[in-house]
């Protein structure tokens, strides 16, 4: 992720500062064909630059539409139309999908059978020598989170665990951990051994069974309840506890006193009653024995319980970035955290807490933070995996909201020394400086579920529309009158890609949009109440033209060093003594990325 945001910001400069550079040459050349074709400007008139449609709360009298006004209304007939890189044909403009009024200039686009997440729609005029000229609206379409009483019920991060993996490793840690302290036993020896040492797995509990072989033998069984209580301690209690079977040197000198000793008392009251007495001392110095055994064993099982019982799992809050407060998040175990008789599963809800007193939050014009709709929740790990994750992209986009909202991610950016490069370059071309960076809209992740797709790859598509940089070095007025606000949009796809090879989990990333669009806000040229946006291309054609968007895009592609990766297989290795057999990517549902491997121990 470090590596990643180096990048972003070692292009950033670069991106903006070619596109002001060619502004005011390319502002002068749009003014004299404007005059040589005598011509009203070419603008798209919208209610907002980039559009929120929240699909829970759609308008009156349908579903999420996209409008715009076009001036000179002339002009919309000969502008061509794309969503998403897709041009609508003109038979298309005849429906509830797409609607066009060339009397008043008006365009109306349908957008509710659109996936969620960030799309774009271009609009494109072309000029007199094959120019172009047009402008770029960002819209995010989806649902949005309300604030919840309760995060409990749903998990953002899941680790499950088989049965089977347990099992494998309760005998090697038991014979690491165990048997070190069990050979300085004098009455086990130094040459005790583990002959058994199983794991069966219920509901909420787990059965054990345990064989201690030395000098003596000791075995013994039982069953565990284990829970979590409200306060993510854990709970430990010894609901049974078999007869304990104890052998050996030690109880066969305890059976010989009690023999001798019934034999005493029995001959001294009467000789003939001996071997009687004999037998019944043995019997009764068998059950003391017995009986201390599982005394002992219990008393030391239950003071193990209680020693665990109430330890705190989980800390109220983390910071997610250590010394930075706005990172914080409390977090907690949720209702599927339990032990299964198929594996045990871990899950956590975790949840952006900001900290008290005054923090600057921009609004970023929704509800919540940007979310999937979850048909149903991640199952456990089944017999074909050993390990299995399943991550919420849901956690993902409110930890984005929140650390744009209060301008954290922008810090990590390092925005104000992307700024200062990028005005350092802007010196030598044109007085415009960079005067800051305001997020208006969420940044979201959205899932992409390809059937082309390669094996073992998860994609995610990623966007943000909205972000304006504010403009400075000339007179306001100017400024405002040449290009308003500048907003930059961006679109992609991020994922993870598994090199079965390298036994790495790689993260791979690609460009597939990059406008930047002059906003001028104002009200409404006919007098009707509400805001009206101006949206025009600025200079983001002659980006293009540069093959800007092209050359940030390959320092994005698979492969590429800028990006990070896992050795999932080296860490496994190391730090649990894992070999990895299989690795596989999957999404069970659109809100989660799952991640299972089959494993075994080396």
């Not at 070190?180 to 059965?207: F, H, K, S």
């Not at 800390?315 to 209702?335: K, T, W």
Request: net charge negative; with cysteine.
């Amino acid at each position: 992720m470090a590596s990643a945001l180096a990048r972003a910001r070692a292009l950033l400069p670069h991106t903006v500062g070619l596109g002001l550079a060619l502004a005011l040459t390319w502002g002068g050349s749009r003014e004299l064909e404007r005059q040589a074709e005598e011509a009203e400007p070419f603008a798209v008139h919208v209610g907002e630059a980039a559009a929120v449609l929240d699909r829970s709360a759609p308008p009156a009298g349908g579903g999420p539409s996209w409008t715009a006004r076009i001036t000179p209304a002339s002009e919309l007939e000969r502008v061509a139309v794309r969503v998403d890189g897709r041009t609508l044909e003109p038979g298309e403009f005849d429906g509830r999908k797409a609607r066009r009024d060339l009397d008043a200039g008006t365009l109306g686009l349908g957008l509710e059978s659109l996936e969620p997440g960030w799309h774009f729609v271009e609009l494109d005029l072309e000029r007199r020598g094959g120019r172009h000229e047009g402008a770029v609206a960002p819209v995010l379409v989806g649902d949005f989170a309300r604030p919840t009483p309760s995060p409990e019920a749903r998990c953002d991060l899941k680790l499950s665990a088989s049965e089977a993996l347990l099992r494998s490793l309760v005998q090697p840690m038991l014979e690491r951990e165990l048997l070190p302290q069990l050979r300085a036993v004098d009455q086990l020896g130094p040459e005790t051994e583990l002959r058994e040492a199983t794991l069966e797995l219920r509901d909420d509990a787990l059965r054990f069974e345990l064989e201690i072989a030395g000098v003596n033998t000791l075995a013994v069984s039982g069953v565990v309840a284990l829970f979590i209580d409200d306060q993510s301690r854990l709970q430990a209690k010894l609901v049974t506890l078999s007869e304990v079977d104890f052998r050996g040197k030690l109880r066969n000198q305890a059976r010989g006193a009690g023999a001798g000793g019934g034999a005493l008392v029995a001959g001294i009251v009467a000789p003939p009653l001996a071997p009687v007495g004999a037998a019944v001392g043995w019997w009764l110095a068998d059950d003391f024995v017995t009986d201390k055994a599982r005394e002992l064993v219990r008393a030391e099982v239950e003071d193990g319980l209680e020693q665990i019982s109430g330890v705190e799992l989980l800390p109220g809050a983390v910071e997610l970035i250590p010394g930075q407060p706005r990172s914080r998040v409390r977090l907690g175990f949720c209702e599927q955290t339990r032990v299964r008789h198929t594996g045990v599963v871990a899950g956590l809800w975790i949840e952006p807490d900001r900290p008290e007193g005054p923090t600057r939050v921009h609004d970023l014009g929704v509800s919540g933070p940007f979310v999937v709709a979850s048909a149903a929740a991640p199952t456990p790990a089944g017999d074909d995996a050993d390990l299995q994750l399943d991550l919420s992209v849901d956690l993902i986009n409110a930890l984005l909201y929140e650390w744009t909202a209060t301008g954290l991610l922008a810090e990590q950016l390092h925005e104000p020394a992307a700024l200062e490069r990028a005005n350092a370059e802007l010196s030598e071309w044109t007085p415009l400086r960079l005067a800051g960076l305001r997020p208006t809209r969420p940044p979201a992740l959205s899932p992409r579920i390809d059937p082309n797709a390669a094996p073992n790859e998860a994609d995610f598509e990623f966007g943000i529309g909205g972000l304006e940089l504010a403009l400075e070095g000339m007179d306001p007025a100017d400024i405002e009158a040449r290009w308003g606000a500048l907003s930059v949009a961006v679109g992609g796809r991020v994922g993870l890609a598994w090199d079965a090879d390298a036994a790495e989990l790689n993260l791979r990333a690609s460009l597939q949009h990059l406008s930047l669009t002059c906003v001028r806000e104002g009200q409404n040229e006919s007098g009707a109440s509400g805001k009206d946006a101006r949206i025009d291309g600025c200079f983001s054609e002659l980006l293009d033209a540069a093959q800007v968007r092209e050359r940030v895009d390959a320092q994005l592609q698979p492969g590429s060093a800028a990006l990070p990766s896992v050795a999932l297989g080296a860490l496994l290795s190391e730090e649990l003594g894992l070999a990895l057999d299989a690795l596989e990517l999957s999404r069970p549902d659109p809100a989660h990325l799952r991640v299972s491997a089959r494993v075994h121990l080396e």
